[in-house]
């Protein structure tokens, strides 16, 4: 599976590492990706999603109903 997050569509950026002696070489930024799983009540089932950490926390604030109404928004399926 793709480190891609359902919810913000946090994805992989690239970059440079820089060692002491200053070369720079490739690399690549994963976003912190967690599979978790949530009770949704108005469909009772349990779905899982595969969120980023930043994610994990806008579902605590906004709920789990207004986030998987986003997440179809988008075009994907839960």
Not at 7 to 36: M, Y
Not at 40 to 62: C, H, N, W
Request: glycine share 8%; aromatic share 6%.
């Amino acid at each position: 599976m793709s480190a891609r997050c359902q919810l913000t569509g946090a994805e992989p950026s690239f970059g440079k590492k820089v060692s002491h002696s200053h070369r720079r070489t490739p690399r690549r930024f994963d976003p912190n990706i967690q599979s978790k799983r949530y009770w949704l009540p108005g469909e009772g089932r349990y779905v899982r999603l595969r969120l980023s950490a930043r994610a994990i926390k806008t579902i605590d604030k906004i709920g789990i109903e207004a986030a998987v109404a986003r997440i179809r928004a988008r075009g994907e399926k839960v």
